[in-house]
């Protein structure tokens, strides 16, 4: 990592993550935005709104911005996303954790 990637927050480094990857989903109506990022745990909080809700192929979408973003960043383990209903958390079961408390 360059010395200057490592002078960056590591939502700063999350944010130009998310632009440099997926232009698409600005193209196609849809946006996408960092909720919360609790780096003591390892997790980011993503949601991705606009024509993204509803969409069918939002599930791939939050796919590659999982898998992708857990490779590129060391200091994420999970990435939990939402198309404006509550968190996927890869388990199913669709609950939207607590993360008022979390720093951002």
């Not at 440099?20 to 745990?41: C, K, L, V, W, Y």
């Not at 069918?56 to 198309?83: C, N, Y």
Request: net charge negative.
């Amino acid at each position: 990592m360059s010395s200057q990637a490592s002078e960056k927050s590591l939502e700063e480094r999350v944010e130009l993550f998310m632009r440099r990857n997926f232009p698409q989903i600005q193209m196609h109506g849809g946006s996408a935005g960092i909720d919360a990022i609790d780096e003591d745990t390892g997790e980011v909080w993503i949601s991705l709104t606009g024509a993204c809700s509803g969409c069918g192929i939002s599930p791939m979408t939050i796919q590659a911005l999982k898998s992708r973003m857990v490779a590129e960043f060391d200091e994420i383990d999970a990435v939990h996303a939402t198309t404006g209903g509550s968190y996927d958390d890869g388990q199913g079961s669709g609950v939207e954790p607590d993360i008022s408390d979390v720093p951002f």
